[in-house]
C-alpha cells in the first residue's frame, strides 16, 4: 500500500515534471530566434539561456550522477550554462550571456529532448528520497524562470523603440476602485516559515517564533491612480520622500515615474508583454523598485509592512488570484471591494524586510546548498507572486528577494502601519 | 530646588560642551594643514571638514534660530559645510571636498572661535527643553566625527607611500591569547533599545519586545592570529565560504587579507595610527568588511550575533574598555582569560541585522530628523564601540551602521552561534 | 555615340550594384538568425545591422528623393539603421543595435528585396550624374560594410567561449620567408591623393604637393615569426619601446600579444574566420593596433611610413594580392622572395599620419557630405587592404583610418626607414 | 678668450637658473600649503608637486651622476616626484598625486633648497657639454611647469564653490576691437623646425622642407566677442559644425561655453587668476579645446591653420606680445587694428596638425630622450604662448600639445584660409 502510494506519488511528480518543462517551450513560443537571443542588461538572461539552464540543472544534479550511461549533450553546456553553482565548476561570465550567438535555439530545443527523455528514463524507476526531492527542486527551479523569462523579454523589447509585443494580452475596461480597506491584525508571538507540508525552499525553514506588534494591512495593493497622485504631488522630486540611498538613485538614473511608464501628448501608457498601452488607475502599480515603494508609503503617512506581518496576515489563504495559469499576464485592475481580495497574484509586495536567514537556517548539503543562502545580503523580501507566477510555485511562506533598486520585477506594494 | 538642579544640569552640558570641542582640535592637533585638506576616497572627508561641519551643526540648528543677534561666520559655509540634510539647503558635492583649499584651516580655527563663543552666550541662559535636546545632539554628533576623523585620517596616511604616523602610539608586547570561551543565553522575549535614562539616537527607540531564540556569544573577539589561520586556510580563495555579493567584492578589489594589512619578506605587518606596525597575533583583528566577518564565521562553523543577541548578552554592562580616552588609538591585545572582558571597545562587532527601523521608530520633527531614519536600508549594524570612540558616546543599545563593503571602519567580529 | 556610350556605362553600374547587394547576402549566408543579432562591442555592428543599414542608405539617398512614388517599407527603419547622418535624422544609439531583435532577418532580407527592386527601377532610367555618383557612393559604402561585416562577426564568433568557425577556410602549410628587402624611394616633391580617374572618396581629394625625403620601405609585412621574436624579447613588458598613451593601454587592457593570439600547451594559436588554427609564422601579423605597429617598428630599430611614403612607393600598382575575391579570409604566407609583392591585401599597413584633411579639401553638399570629414581627428591612417576587402574597391589613393588603439581591423604593418 | 667666453656662458646660464628657481617660487608664494596640496583632475598636479618634480629633475639627472658626494635629499622623492620618466623607476601613480599630505611645503621648500646649493656647487666648476645642455634642459623644463603650475590653481581654485582669486589682476577696460584683418602667403617649398641657434627641444628637429600652398592667415586670435556670436548662433547645439568626437564630448561633457564661463542674471562672466570678472569682448577667447576651435572655424568659413602655415607666418618675428613677464596672467583686449601684432602671447593658437615626429626625428640618448618622442600620438600642436608662458621659453619654432579634448591650458585660435 506503501508502495502503491509511492508510485502514484512518482507517477505524480513525473506528470508535473512533463507539464513544467513543456510551459517553459511554450512561453518561449511566440519569441523568434532572434528574440531569445539578446540581452538587455546584466541582470536579464536571454530566453534561451533560461531554456538551456533549466535542463543544464537537471543534466547536472540528476542525471550525470544518477542515470547509468548517461551521455552529456555537449562538454561546454556546463561551463555555459552553469549560472552560479561554484562547487561544481566555472562560469561563463553572467554579463556577457547576450554575447553568445551559439547553441542557437534549435541546438537548445534538442538539448532540451535530450534532457527531458533522459529524465523519462530516470522517473521510470522508483525514486529514493534525496531523488524525488531534487527533481521538485528542479521543477521548483524551472518555474522561477519561467517568471524570470518573462521578466526577462518584456525588458528586452521595451528597449527596442518599436515597442513591439510578445504576445496579445487582453486588456481590462478602466474603472474606480474604492478607497483601501485596513485590517487589523493584534500581533504577539506568531509563527514564521514554512509548516513542513509540500514543498519549501531551503530559506523559508526552519518555522520559528517572533514578536510582533498590533499592526493593520491594506486590503490591496496600491494603483496606478494612487501613483499618479504622488507623482504629481512632486514624488520623485521632493528628497525629504526619500531614503538618502533611493534619493540618490532618483538623481542618478533620472527616475521620473515607474519603469515601463512614458508620457505622450499628456497621457500617460505603460509598456506591457502586449505592447505600450493606456495606463489604467485602477490596476495595480507595477515595476518599481524598494526605494520607490518606501517612498510612497512614507508620502502617504503610513509604512511597508515587514515580512512577519505580511506572513501573519496571509495565514490560511490558499494561493489564487491573478497569476501565471490565468494569462493576463498583467496586473488586473483591483476590484470596488478589496475586503475579501487574494493576497496572491497581480504584483510581488515589497517589505522592509531586509532578506536574511531565519533563526536557525541551515543550508543543504551539497552544491544546491548554493541555491538560496549565499544571496542573504544587501537585499529585500518580496511577497505574494505576481501575474507572471505559476500558481502551483507561490505558497504563503515563499520569501522572493531582490535588491532595493530592482525595477524589472512585477513588483508594486501595499501599505501597512501601526495599529 | 528644581531650577538650581537645572541649572546644574545646564552648567554640566555646557562643560561637556567645551570638553567635546576641545577634544576634536586636540585630535586635529597633530595634523598639517596638508594633512587636513586631503581626501582619500569618497567615503573619507578631510580633517578641516570634520571640524568646520560640527561647527556648522551648531550655527544651523542652534544659533542662527536661537540667539538673538547671531552673525553668521561666512555666507559661503552653510553650503560647504551641509553634510547631508536636505531641509536646510543644498550642499557641497561629498565627494569633491579634497578639492576645497579654502577656507584653510586658519580660516577654520576661527570659524570654531566664533561658533563657541557664540555657544557660550547661548549656554549663559537657562535652556529650555528642544534647546538642551539639541546642545546634547550637537555634543554627540561632533563625539561621532570625533571617530570619524581618526577612521578617515588614517585612511589619507595609508595612501601615503611613506607611510607616515599620526601619532606615537605604544605597543603592545605579543602575547599568546587563550582559545575562545562562550557565554550561553536562554533567549525568550526580550526588550530591545534604548531604556530611557540619558540620551539616546532616534534609531534606539522605542524599547519593544523580539523574540529570541537560545543562544551563545564568545566571550572575546577574533584576533590577528586566528585570521591568520583563516587566511592560510584559503580563506581569501574559497568562494564557499562568502555571500555571493561578498565574493564579487573580494574578485572586483582583489582583497586578499584585511585593509590596512601587508605583507614583506614574509612577515606580515599593520598600518596603524602610529604607522606600520609587526602583526600581533592577540590583537583583535580590525578593518573588515561584514563580508570577510561573515567569510571567517562560516569558516569556523559559526555565525554573526544578531543585534539583539548582542544586546541581550551586554545588558546591565557599563561602558568600558579600551576606548578613546585610553588613547591607544589601536586594538588591544585580548587577555588570557576573556570571561569577563568588557563586550566595549578595542573593535566594532559586525551583526548580521540588516539596519532597519525598530517597530514603532519615528522621526524626529524637524531637520534634525534627517539624522538616521533616512540611512536604513543597504547597511549592517555594528554594536559596541572601538579604540577609538569616546568612552561617553557608546553605551549597550548603540546601532553603528555601515555598508557591508565598508572596511575603514575600526570593526572586527564577535563570533555566536545557536545554543 | 556618346548616348551609346552613356548607356553602356549606366548597365555596367546596374550590374556592379547587384553584384555587391548579391556579395553582401553571400556574406551573411553562413550565419544564422542568432550571430546576425549579436554585438560584441559597441565598436561591432550586428550582421542583420550592416545589411540593413546599406539598405537604408540606398532608400534614403536615391529611392526617396529620386523614385517618383517610392514607399518606405518601414517608418521607423530611418532612426534604427541611420549610422551617424545628423543632416537626415535622430540615430538609434550605435552601442545599443545588439539590443533590437526585431526587425528579424527575415524582415531584412524582404527590406533588402524591397530595396532592390526599387533601384531596379531607377537604373532603367538614363542616369543624371549627382544620380549615378551616387549609386557608385551607394555600392562603394556597401562595399565598405562588407569588410566591416567579417570584422565584425570574427569579433563576436571570438567571444563565443566555443570558438566556433564563420566558415571553412584553406589553411596554407607552415613555410620559411626570407628575410626583409628593402626598396629605396629619391623622395623629393611628389604627388599625393586620386588621380582624378575612376572613384574616389572626398578624403582622397584634392592631388597635391608634398615633399617627401628619401626613405626606403619593406618589400613585405611584418610576419608572425618575427612579432614571436618581439614578444619573446619582452615586447609587451618594456615601456622605453612604446607610446606613453600605448604603454597604458598595454597595461589597462592587460594585451600580451595581438587579438586573438591564445597560447595553450606552448604552442601558439590564432583565432580565424575558419576557427582556431596553429599559428603560422610566415603569415603577416594581423589584428595590430597602431600602438602596437609603432611599438615593433622602434623595437626593429625602423619606424611606420608616412601615408605619403606608402603612396609614393606604390604609385603605378594595380590593386591585387589577397584580397576578398581569393575567399582565403586570413593572410596568406609571404613568399620567399617578396620583391615584387603586390602592396595591396593581406594585412591593411598602419601609417604613421594622423587621419587630416589634405590642403584644399572640400566637403561635398548635402548629406553624405558627413561621410568622412568629420572623422579626421584621432585617428591614423592605414593603406593597401586586407584579405577581407572587395577588390575593386583599394587603389593607391585609397585612406582608411581606425583609432589607434583598434585591433578588430585586419591590420599589421610595413616597416620604413630613412635613406 | 674662448675659455673666457666659455666662463661667461656658464656664469649666464647659472644666473639664469637661480633667476629661473627663483620665479617657480614666487609664483607659489600667494598660494597656502592648502592650496598647494589639492588636485583637482587628473590632469592637474598640486602646486607642491610642480615645486618638487622640478627639483627632482635637476638631483636625478644632473646632481647624482654628476656631482661627486652628493646626498639625495630624501630616499622616497625619486618614486614620488618622477613624473613618467620609466627608465629612472617606477613612479607614484599620476592621479593621486593629491593624496599625499606629506611632504609638506616646507619640506618641499627644504628641498628646493637643497638642491639650489648643490647645483651652485655643481655649477662652479666649468662645464663639460653635456652637463650644460642638460643645466639648460631644466631650466627649459621648470619654465614649462611654471605655465603648468599656473594652469593648474586656476583650475583647483575655479572648482572651489567660493571662485577665490590667486592673485589680484589688472583688468583691462572693455574695447570694440576692428575686424579681422588677414596676410597672405605664398607658400612654395618652406624650411620648418628650429633654426639650430639656442635651446631647442628634440621635436624641433630637424629643421626639415615643406611643401606649403598658398594661405592667409588672421592677423589676430578670435576674441570673446566674436564667440558670443557663435554661441548665439547656436553654435553649441549644431552637430553640423562639429568633428564627430567633438559633438560627442559637447553632449557627454554638457559644453555649453568656453571652460571658465558662466552666466548669471543675463551677464557672461569669466573665472580669472584674479577671481571671476565681466566678460570682455575685446579680449581673446581662452580656454577652448581643439574641438570647439575647429567648429568655430567651420562655422565662420574658415580653417584653423597648419603647423607649418603658423611657422611660416611667424618666421623671423620675436618672441613679445602678452606673456608672462608682464603679469597680466589673463589675455590682454586686442588692439584696434592689429596687422603688426606679435604672433606671440596671449593665447597659445590651435592648430589642425597633429603632433607628429618630423621626418629625420631622433630621440635624445638617456633618460631625457622620454622627453618628447613618446607623447606623439593623439595630441594636436598649439604655437605661441600664452600670457603665462615665460617669455625666455616661447620661440617661433616651439611646438606645445594637448589632447583635443583639453580645455585649461590658455588656448584660443587664429583663423586661417586658403589663398
Known amino acids: 500500500m506503501a508502495d502503491l502510494l509511492a508510485r502514484v506519488e512518482d507517477r505524480m511528480l513525473a506528470e508535473r515534471l512533463v507539464a513544467t518543462r513543456s510551459l517553459t517551450e511554450d512561453l518561449a513560443g511566440p519569441l523568434s530566434a532572434e528574440d531569445q537571443t539578446v540581452q538587455s542588461m546584466p541582470d536579464v538572461s536571454p530566453t534561451k539561456w533560461h531554456r538551456a539552464h ?43 550571456r547576450g554575447l553568445v550567438s551559439r547553441p542557437g535555439i534549435q541546438e537548445i530545443t534538442d538539448y532540451r529532448v535530450h534532457v527531458d527523455r533522459a529524465m523519462g528514463s530516470l522517473l521510470e524507476r522508483r525514486l529514493d528520497d534525496p531523488t524525488a526531492s531534487l527533481v521538485e527542486l528542479g521543477i521548483q527551479h524551472e518555474q522561477q524562470h519561467q517568471e524570470l523569462l518573462l521578466m526577462d523579454i518584456k525588458h528586452v523589447l521595451s528597449r ?149 506581518e505580511w506572513e501573519v496576515a496571509a495565514a490560511g489563504r490558499p494561493a489564487g488570484g491573478n497569476l501565471l495559469d490565468r494569462s493576463v499576464l498583467h496586473p488586473s485592475p483591483v476590484a470596488v471591494s478589496a475586503a475579501d481580495a487574494s493576497p496572491f497574484g497581480d504584483v510581488w509586495q515589497w517589505t522592509s524586510s531586509a532578506y536574511s536567514p531565519y533563526p536557525g537556517f541551515e543550508i543543504p548539503a551539497g552544491a544546491v546548498g548554493e541555491y538560496n543562502g549565499k544571496f542573504m545580503v544587501n537585499q529585500y523580501v518580496l511577497r505574494g507572486g505576481s501575474c507572471v507566477t505559476p500558481p502551483d510555485h507561490i505558497r504563503t511562506s515563499y520569501r522572493n528577494f531582490f535588491p532595493a533598486s530592482a525595477r524589472w520585477v512585477f513588483a508594486g506594494l501595499r501599505l501597512a502601519r501601526d495599529a
Open 160 to 308: 527596442n523603440p518599436m515597442l513591439p509585443a510578445y504576445d496579445r494580452i487582453e486588456l481590462s475596461p478602466p474603472s474606480v476602485p474604492g478607497s483601501t480597506t485596513w485590517t487589523s491584525h493584534p500581533g504577539g508571538i506568531c509563527l514564521l516559515g514554512h509548516e513542513g507540508q509540500g514543498f519549501g525552499f531551503d530559506n523559508e525553514f526552519p518555522r520559528h517564533r517572533v514578536y510582533v506588534e498590533p499592526f493593520a494591512l491594506a486590503d490591496r495593493p496600491v494603483t496606478c491612480g494612487e501613483w499618479l497622485a504622488f507623482l504629481e504631488d512632486g514624488g520623485y522630486r521632493r528628497p525629504e520622500l526619500w531614503l538618502s540611498d533611493g534619493w540618490a538613485t532618483v538623481r542618478t538614473e533620472g527616475w521620473e515615474c515607474p519603469l515601463y511608464w512614458s508620457r505622450a501628448d499628456g497621457a500617460w501608457r505603460e509598456f506591457t508583454l502586449g505592447g505600450p498601452i493606456p495606463l489604467n488607475p485602477a490596476q495595480p502599480v507595477c515595476h518599481l523598485s524598494y526605494y520607490e515603494a518606501d517612498a510612497f508609503a512614507r508620502w502617504a503617512g503610513n509604512r511597508l509592512p515587514t515580512e512577519a
Open 54 to 96: 533549466t535542463s543544464w540543472f537537471f543534466e547536472t544534479f540528476l542525471l550525470v550522477p544518477g542515470l547509468a550511461g548517461y551521455r552529456q549533450f555537449h562538454p561546454d553546456y556546463g561551463y555555459l550554462f552553469n549560472s552560479y553553482y561554484q562547487a561544481v565548476g566555472a562560469q561563463y561570465p553572467r554579463q556577457e
